[in-house]
């Protein structure tokens, strides 16, 4: 599987809704705030942006690319063997690194 969503994608603006979710969300706090814009820092699209999804009737917010993720590793039973490789840039590693460290 390789994903295409670990470009920064500057163009897709979610400075403010990530801004937002940093309020209820430590992980995106744990990024930093960029000295250039004063906001938290931009991951790659698929790790910023997220769904809510209800567990057990909790609400939890789960990004495109631990959905993508989470599906391939429902699916590994079909295959025989399955390589996971995001596209990825300098930039967009860290957030790449910390989803493939989430439990």
């Known amino acids: ?23 209820n969300e430590p992980e995106i706090v744990a990024r930093g705030i960029d000295p250039k814009t004063g906001s938290i820092r931009l991951g790659a699209k698929g790790t910023d942006l997220a769904f809510d999804i209800e567990i057990n009737g909790i609400i939890h917010k789960v990004s495109i690319a631990e959905l993508k993720l989470l599906r391939l590793i429902a699916e590994a039973s079909l295959y025989g063997k399955i390589t996971y490789l995001p596209l990825i840039s300098d930039e967009s590693k860290p957030s790449y690194e910390a989803l493939l460290n989430l439990p």
């Open 1 to 23: 599987m390789m994903p295409l969503d670990g470009g920064l994608g500057a163009n897709v603006e979610r400075k403010r809704y990530l801004n937002q979710r940093a309020k």
